[in-house]
């Protein structure tokens, strides 16, 4: 079985903002005042493929407040 090719590799700097849905609910709720998902700017310390699950990559992110965050490919960026 042939795996994707990752776009980030361990060491890469990255920002990274999560896709909740509670920014849809919010939205409906007050169309006005949308607040923007918090990004996090961190480095690639490890990278997983979950093919069954998510069907892409999963990568730990060490954020610069010291907290480890794990984010899927389409959810951060190259620095």
Not at 26 to 41: G, W
């Given at each position: 079985m042939?795996?994707?090719?990752?776009?980030?590799?361990?060491g890469d700097l990255v920002v990274g903002a999560y896709d909740f849905m509670e920014y849809l609910y919010?939205?409906?709720?007050?169309?006005?005042?949308?607040?923007?998902?918090?990004?996090?700017?961190g480095v690639v310390t490890h990278v997983d493929y979950q093919p069954y699950y998510f069907g892409e990559f999963i990568y730990a992110v060490l954020c610069i407040d010291g907290l480890t965050r794990y984010f899927l490919e389409d959810e951060i960026a190259k620095l």
């Open positions: 042939a795996t994707k090719k990752q776009n980030f590799k361990i919010y939205k409906s709720l007050y169309p006005d005042d949308v607040p923007e998902p918090p990004t996090y700017v």
